[in-house]
């Protein structure tokens, strides 16, 4: 296990991503305020907020936990700086930090660190894993509204705005780049867990998860073209389910039980839009379940669709927008199953199960308790 100078390149690629996506957000709000569209204007700043108070919650919750492992009384300016929506770079400040000593400076001389000593490269992972954490929580739960919100308004308009499609464009970048991203750092922090090596997995299980996201993102649209309630009250119910299966699970991420409640909350959320293994077991029953559902709700959407009058949609959008539905959702299918098959790394442990989200084992890193795949 060891923190490369890629890692660090990848990692400072990740801040960028993310400051550039939070300027896009600003942005588009802004824009909407100064042109009067104020319910946009008011749901962009709304995802942005809860995306982002979540994200804090958790980070300080993280800061405290940590800080009593070693010892160390919880310090105010940390809830300062979370409560100004600045956890998120100050971790990463402490993750650059260490992260280019390490990549950088650190040598094999140095490397003759005692056993009570911590290994430094493990300790800047654990800090770019908890950022990667960060960044899923918050593009999921920010980035996948605000990108069905952008697909709606460019729907209903059909007008060419270069507003909109740098917003889609960037929520695209930010949604692909932090589920790879997390997909990485997760098997990288697991020593007893294999790499996710070369490009060829990496972009699979990138198109797998984006074009099964695009086909759902599509087809919530069309369903708020249809009745925004319908599609409202479909969405809650998916969220519903979602927390009732993390409840079923027993999930056991958090310290305290008040952020163990928000966790599921989370986690029923992110299950909304695409799919998590959140328990110890083989995923290929739920998983089958999961998009079997998916499959059956995309076209029952599109089938309704068809027999709606056109008069609620802009007609020059409308078959296109039909085949991109069912061509990425068939995509999005065929690399699940190249992935699953082929090219996951534990694809030769039959009898293993896959990695968990609250397994009883020692907990030396917050990932073993998190999401996994």
Same mark, same amino acid.
């Given at each position: 296990?060891?923190?490369?100078?890629?890692?660090?390149?990848?990692?400072?690629?990740?801040?960028? /991503?993310?400051?550039?996506?939070? /300027?896009?957000?600003?942005?588009?709000?802004?824009?909407?305020?100064?042109?009067?569209?104020?319910?946009?204007?008011?749901?962009?700043?709304?995802?942005?907020?809860?995306?982002?108070?979540?994200?804090?919650?958790?980070?300080?919750?993280?800061?405290?936990?940590?800080?009593?492992?070693?010892?160390?009384?919880?310090?105010?300016?940390?809830?300062?700086?979370?409560?100004?929506?600045?956890?998120?770079?100050?971790?990463?400040?402490?993750?650059?930090?260490?992260?280019?000593?390490?990549?950088?400076?650190?040598?094999?001389?140095?490397?003759?660190?005692?056993?009570?000593?911590?290994? !430094?490269?493990?300790? #800047?992972?654990?800090? %770019?894993?908890?950022?990667?954490?960060?960044?899923?929580?918050?593009?999921?739960?920010?980035?996948?509204?605000?990108?069905?919100?952008?697909?709606?308004?460019?729907?209903?308009?059909?007008?060419?705005?270069?507003?909109?499609?740098?917003?889609?464009? %960037?929520?695209?970048?930010?949604?692909?780049?932090?589920?790879?991203?997390?997909?990485?750092?997760?098997?990288?922090?697991?020593?007893?867990?294999?790499?996710?090596?070369? !490009?060829?997995?990496?972009?699979?299980?990138?198109?797998?998860?984006?074009?099964?996201?695009?086909?759902?993102?599509?087809? %919530?649209?069309?369903?708020?073209?249809?009745?925004?309630? /319908?599609?409202?009250?479909?969405?809650?119910?998916?969220?519903?389910?979602?927390?009732?299966?993390?409840?079923?699970?027993?999930?056991?991420?958090?310290?305290?039980?008040?952020?163990?409640?928000?966790?599921?909350?989370? %986690?029923?959320?992110?299950?909304?839009?695409?799919?998590?293994?959140?328990?110890?077991?083989?995923?290929?029953?739920?998983?089958?379940?999961?998009?079997?559902?998916?499959?059956?709700?995309?076209?029952?959407?599109?089938? #309704?669709?068809?027999?709606?009058?056109?008069?609620?949609?802009?007609?020059?959008?409308?078959?296109?927008?039909?085949?991109? /539905?069912?061509?990425?959702?068939?995509?999005?299918?065929?690399?699940?199953? #190249?992935?699953?098959?082929?090219?996951?790394?534990?694809?030769?442990?039959?009898?293993?199960?896959?990695?968990?989200?609250?397994? !009883? #084992?020692?907990?030396?890193?917050?990932?073993?308790?998190?999401?996994?795949?």
């Amino acid at each position: 296990m060891k923190y490369t100078k890629l890692n660090f390149m990848m990692s400072v690629l990740g801040i960028i /991503i993310y400051v550039t996506d939070l /300027i896009v957000d600003i942005w588009v709000s802004v824009r909407f305020f100064y042109e009067g569209q104020y319910v946009f204007g008011i749901l962009t700043v709304s995802f942005m907020l809860f995306g982002t108070l979540v994200v804090q919650c958790f980070s300080y919750s993280w800061f405290k936990d940590d800080l009593k492992e070693s010892g160390q009384e919880s310090q105010h300016c940390f809830l300062l700086l979370h409560c100004l929506q600045g956890g998120v770079f100050t971790r990463y400040w402490f993750a650059l930090k260490k992260g280019y000593h390490v990549a950088f400076k650190y040598t094999s001389k140095t490397d003759n660190f005692v056993e009570e000593q911590i290994n !430094p490269h493990k300790e #800047v992972i654990d800090r %770019v894993t908890d950022l990667s954490m960060l960044r899923l929580f918050e593009i999921y739960l920010e980035g996948c509204p605000q990108l069905a919100l952008q697909l709606y308004i460019l729907l209903e308009h059909g007008q060419e705005n270069f507003t909109q499609y740098a917003a889609i464009m %960037v929520s695209c970048c930010a949604i692909s780049w932090s589920t790879v991203d997390y997909q990485v750092a997760l098997r990288k922090s697991l020593p007893d867990k294999n790499l996710l090596n070369g !490009p060829c997995p990496k972009l699979v299980y990138l198109f797998y998860k984006l074009f099964t996201l695009l086909s759902w993102m599509l087809s %919530v649209v069309l369903l708020l073209f249809l009745n925004v309630k /319908i599609a409202l009250l479909l969405l809650l119910f998916l969220w519903f389910l979602g927390i009732l299966w993390a409840f079923k699970e027993q999930t056991d991420f958090c310290a305290s039980i008040s952020m163990e409640f928000i966790y599921r909350v989370v %986690v029923g959320f992110i299950l909304v839009f695409t799919f998590f293994n959140i328990k110890g077991q083989n995923t290929k029953c739920p998983m089958s379940c999961y998009y079997i559902v998916r499959v059956l709700a995309t076209l029952g959407i599109l089938i #309704v669709f068809w027999f709606y009058p056109l008069s609620v949609f802009n007609s020059d959008y409308f078959i296109p927008v039909c085949i991109t /539905i069912a061509l990425t959702l068939l995509l999005g299918i065929i690399f699940l199953i #190249v992935y699953y098959g082929t090219l996951h790394p534990n694809r030769s442990e039959e009898t293993k199960l896959d990695e968990v989200d609250g397994k !009883p #084992v020692q907990r030396d890193c917050r990932m073993k308790y998190f999401l996994m795949e």
